[in-house]
């Protein structure tokens, strides 16, 4: 079980991701949340990922391949994956494909999350993480349409694998809209 969960940043990817995981009895990767773990203990990974995350830019993809790569050797991962924040760019899309194949596995749905764009502006500065300032988060929404957004139309390719989700509503009613795309 694979399961990308896809969106613009703020769309409620971590919640849900999390949610989804720990209902299903499979492991969360999210590599916003590693980049975060490698800067607070000092990394190499973390050194080079630092100035990225802060300005709110895209790592870049080969140090995001390697990490989601030796993430997913670990065992909380072999029942499935929740992937949160990953793909986002063609790049790292042919990167997962490339992984996939390699373990004979594949893609079992990407969920595509979607919220009006001033609403999630608003969550994110509620949440009032580092990055959560209005101008990076304004640029992080940029990146997404740039790069992130275009994968919509290569996973087109996954026809009724790709899913739409309405995300304007409650934690509990989007988990549940989620499920029923997924089921
Ligand atoms: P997130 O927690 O998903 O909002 O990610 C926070 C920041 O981590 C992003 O703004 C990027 O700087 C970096 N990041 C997370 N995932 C990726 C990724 N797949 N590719 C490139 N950068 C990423």
């Known amino acids: 079980m694979v399961i990308i969960l896809f969106g613009a940043p703020g769309v409620g990817k971590g919640t ?6 720990q209902r299903m009895g499979v492991g969360h990767l999210s590599t916003g949340d590693e980049f975060r773990k490698a800067i607070d203990n ?3 990974v973390g050194k080079l990922a630092k100035r990225y995350v802060d300005a709110g830019d895209l790592v870049p993809d080969d140090v995001v391949a390697r990490i ?3 993430a997913l050797e670990q065992p909380q991962y072999n029942s499935g994956v929740i992937l949160d924040g990953f793909p986002r760019s063609i790049a790292q899309a042919e990167a997962l494909d490339r992984m996939l194949t390699q373990h004979n596995k594949e893609i079992s749905y990407v969920v595509n999350i979607n919220v009006d764009s001033e609403a999630v502006v608003q969550r994110l500065l509620a949440r009032g993480r580092k990055d959560d ?3 990076i988060i304004r640029h992080r929404m940029n990146v ?3 790069e992130t957004a275009p994968l919509l139309e290569y996973y087109s390719k996954l026809g009724s694998k790709l ?7 409650d934690v509990e009613e989007v988990y549940n809209r989620i499920r029923e795309v997924i089921s």
């Open 144 to 146: 997404y349409n740039n």
């Open 42 to 44: 000092q990394t190499e």
């Open 163 to 169: 899913k739409n989700a309405d995300g304007n509503a």
């Open 68 to 70: 989601v790569e030796e």
């Open 16 to 21: 849900q991701a999390a949610l989804l995981a």
């Open 133 to 135: 300032k209005e101008d």
